[in-house]
């Protein structure tokens, strides 16, 4: 669907961001983070839990950060200030391409057609990830869309909850991803890890295997999809203790869904809450210690006491 807003209009920190409202950006915009997605994984050297294939938050938009190619590196980027996709090359040069409503298939025709401009060379599998009904890159021309005011308020928001998500992780002393956003399941996610292997997966796919090969307490932004329709932000335990479901958690609008195993906090009660980023801290927060507990995660080894840090503070600090 097109917008007649004015993007200078999106004034406020946390956005309104229905999913009925921009579905079908939100879909056509998720193929597209998947093909530039599937590049960088393609020329990155592995890094443990499928961390090399991520995008980043930008103070525009979404970037893929330096990928390696034949003794220089190249970067793409979705700038939805501008909606342009940048690519630029350590040689110097560079190419853009307008985000406007296209198929998914012409923007992976364009998009390949800009790397071979610049002399980079890489085959990526056109099948989609994590998605129900996949259509491959090339030929999907039912995924057509985009709004660029509900591309930049979901930037926009990005932005916010990754400020969060880095305040968050400073009292943590463990192992611990970037905050980072995947693009195979279009969210934007933190990971703290005990330190001990998990149990096996036994039927688990080669992602799962390796994005859960250690215990973990995962949390991010989710802005929903066609079978659940709610953005909201999200932490889950791997494994999932006993539990896990009854504990009490903080803030009282925080509930678990047992459909998506995990707690959730809506996007909608952090938005209209009077301290919206203290709210979405106290939820993070919160969900871990219930969970650290639960699986007996030595926490005196792996948090940082309040005041060791100069001049920082634990995540509930207001």
Known sequence: MESTMDQGEVTER????PFETWK???ETLHMWTQIVGKVRMELSSPVNHWWHVALYVTPRGLTTSPIPYRGGTFEVAFDFIDHTLFIVTSEGSRRA???IPRSVAAFYQEFMACLRALGIDVTINTLPCEVQHPIRFNEDEVHASYD?????RFWHILVQADTVLKRYRSFFLGKSSPAHFFWGSFDLALTLFSGRRAPDRPGADQITREAYSHEAISCGFWPGNEQFQTPAFYSY????PSGLADAALRPAAAFYSAELGEFLLRYEDVRQAAAPEQMLLEFFQSAYEVAANLVQWDRVALERKQGDFP??????SP
């Open 14 to 17: 946390w956005p309104l961001l």
């Open 24 to 26: 079908d950006t939100c």
């Open 237 to 240: 335990t791997v494994p999932t």
């Open 97 to 99: 391409l307008p985000l």
């Open 148 to 152: 660029p005011v509900y591309a930049h």
């Open 311 to 316: 001049g920082g503070q634990r995540a509930t």
